[in-house]
C-alpha cells in the first residue's frame, strides 16, 4: 500500500512542476468533465445555491453553479501546483495586505485566533508564516489516510507554519502561553459542525450551527480575533488580508465574536459566490430535529 501513495505522491509532484498555462488547459477540460457528464455533487450544489439565493432566478443559479465548477477545477490544479511553488511564486500570485496589524499584536504580546473560510483559495494561505513574527499553528482534521494526513502536514508546513490537529489545540496553545510566545491559530470554521455546543444562527437565508470553538478559545486565553479574507482577483491571482474583529475579547457577549464572524462570511459570499465551496453538505442538520 505504501508504494501505492508513495508513485502516486511522486506523479502528482511531477505534475506539480508543469506551467500554470498548461494545469489550466487542464482544468478547462476538467470544468467540461465534472459540470457537464460526471456531475459532481451537483445536487447538492444547486439545493446550496437554490436556498442560499431565494431572490435568483434558475438562470442566474445556474451561472453561479458553472462558475463555481470553473474556479473549483482552478483549485483542484492550484492545489497540485501548490508543492512546487517557491515563496517567490506566491508573492507573485497573491497580494498580502495589513500583515502590519498582525505584526503590531506581536509586539503587544497578544496570540491571536484567526477565522478564515473555505473561500478563494484557503490552501495558499501556506506561505504566510514567513511574514509574519508569530508562531502559526495551521488546525486540521487528519485524514483517515495515513499516506495522505502525512503528504498534507508536510506541505502545510513548508513555509514554516506548525500544522496542529484539532485534538491538541487547546494542549498546544496553553504550552506556549507558557513560555510567552505569542501564536497563531488558523481555523476554518465555516463548514458544518457537531451539533451539541453549536452556535445557532440564520446565514444565507437558513438556520445553520457554526462552531464556537474559536470564539471560546480566544476567551479562555485572551486571545486577539481576526478575519483572514482571500479574494480571487484573477485567473491564479488573489488578494489576501486581515481585519482586526476583537481585540479584547473576554468581556464581549458569548455569540457576539461567532455572529460577527459569520456576518462578515455572508456578506463576503454575496458579493461573489462563485468563489464558496458549494459543494459541501453544508446545511445537513436542522434545529428542530437535532436539539
Not at 43 to 56: M, R
Not at 72 to 84: G, M, Y
Not at 229 to 249: C, H, S, T
Request: one cysteine or more.
Amino acid at each position: 500500500m505504501k508504494w501505492i501513495y508513495a508513485t502516486l505522491f511522486g506523479l502528482l509532484n511531477i505534475i506539480a512542476k508543469l506551467p500554470f498555462g498548461f494545469l489550466y488547459a487542464v482544468s478547462d477540460i476538467l470544468f467540461v468533465l465534472i459540470f457537464y457528464l460526471v456531475g459532481y455533487r451537483k445536487k447538492v450544489v444547486f439545493e446550496n445555491l437554490t436556498n442560499s439565493f431565494p431572490d435568483k432566478s434558475k438562470e442566474e443559479i445556474q451561472e453561479i453553479a458553472k462558475k463555481f465548477y470553473a474556479h473549483f477545477c482552478d483549485l483542484l490544479v492550484e492545489s497540485i501546483k501548490t508543492s512546487a511553488m517557491t515563496f517567490e511564486d506566491f508573492q507573485r500570485r497573491i497580494t498580502v495586505k495589513n500583515t502590519e496589524l498582525l505584526n503590531q499584536l506581536y509586539e503587544e504580546g497578544k496570540s491571536v485566533v484567526m477565522y478564515c473560510a473555505h473561500y478563494g483559495n484557503w490552501e495558499w494561505v501556506l506561505f504566510i508564516p514567513q511574514m509574519l513574527k508569530h508562531i502559526v499553528l495551521p488546525v486540521y482534521h487528519p485524514l483517515k489516510n495515513p499516506y495522505s494526513d502525512a503528504y498534507f502536514v508536510k506541505l502545510r508546513g513548508k513555509f514554516g507554519g506548525i500544522p496542529t490537529q484539532m485534538s491538541d489545540t487547546l494542549r498546544t496553545l496553553v504550552a506556549y502561553k507558557q513560555k510567552h510566545i505569542p501564536t497563531i491559530i488558523w481555523l476554518a470554521a465555516d463548514q458544518s459542525p457537531a451539533v451539541e455546543g453549536a452556535y445557532w444562527t440564520e446565514f444565507l437565508y437558513q438556520d445553520t450551527p457554526f462552531y464556537m470553538g474559536p470564539e471560546k478559545i480566544a476567551k479562555k486565553l485572551q486571545q486577539a480575533v481576526v478575519f483572514m479574507y482571500i479574494n480571487k482577483v484573477g485567473r491564479g491571482k488573489y488578494e489576501m488580508g486581515f481585519e482586526l474583529m476583537e481585540k479584547d475579547p473576554q468581556s464581549i457577549p458569548n455569540g457576539a465574536i461567532t455572529q460577527k464572524y459569520v456576518s462578515i462570511l455572508e456578506k463576503t459570499i454575496r458579493e461573489l459566490p462563485e468563489y464558496w465551496l458549494w459543494s459541501h453538505k453544508r446545511w445537513k442538520h436542522t434545529r428542530e430535529t437535532d436539539n
